[in-house]
């Protein structure tokens, strides 16, 4: 499984960006859970959101909840995640991953794919 993060840039505080994950290597099963997290220099990597490659059930990490929205388009089989509102501390890399299994787990140790990140920097 190779995973491709795009759409990292820099905006001002409030501003939007939405960030794409392009999946291939192979065709994702319902049993697969995708997710976004990031890293900023000097920090753990931090769970962002999830989503089911299969329904339309999604997870969101406390510090995103109500600004960021994953999503996900099986066809192309892609991923993505709207940032709205964005703040200084959204600055950091953000990476997608994918894991086999069906439930919502924050932890990036229990991801079995990671993508290179792309660089979100939000400046004042």
């Known amino acids: ?3 491709q993060a795009s759409g ?5 505080a ?3 960006m939405r960030l ?11 049993n697969y859970v995708m997710g976004w997290f990031r890293q900023a220099p000097g920090k753990e990597r931090e769970f962002v959101a999830s989503i089911r490659w299969a329904g339309y059930s ?4 406390d510090s995103v909840k109500g600004r960021f929205t994953i999503s ?8 993505y995640l709207q940032m709205n509102s964005l703040k200084i501390e959204d600055t950091a890399a953000y990476y997608c991953a994918a894991r086999v299994g069906y439930g919502f787990d924050t932890s ?3 991801y079995d794919y990671f993508g290179q990140g792309t660089q979100v920097t939000v400046s004042s």
Do not use: E, I
């Not at 990292?8 to 001002?12: I, M, T």
């Not at 999604?58 to 990490?61: L, N, R």
């Not at 996900?72 to 991923?79: L, P």
């Open 108 to 110: 990036p140790k229990n």
């Open 20 to 30: 794409s994950c392009a999946a291939s290597g192979r065709t994702f099963s319902d």
């Open 72 to 79: 996900r388009d099986n066809a192309k089989n892609t991923m």
């Open 1 to 3: 499984v190779q995973l």
């Open 58 to 61: 999604t997870y969101y990490g």
């Open 8 to 12: 990292g840039g820099l905006v001002q």
């Open 14 to 16: 409030g501003g939007s």
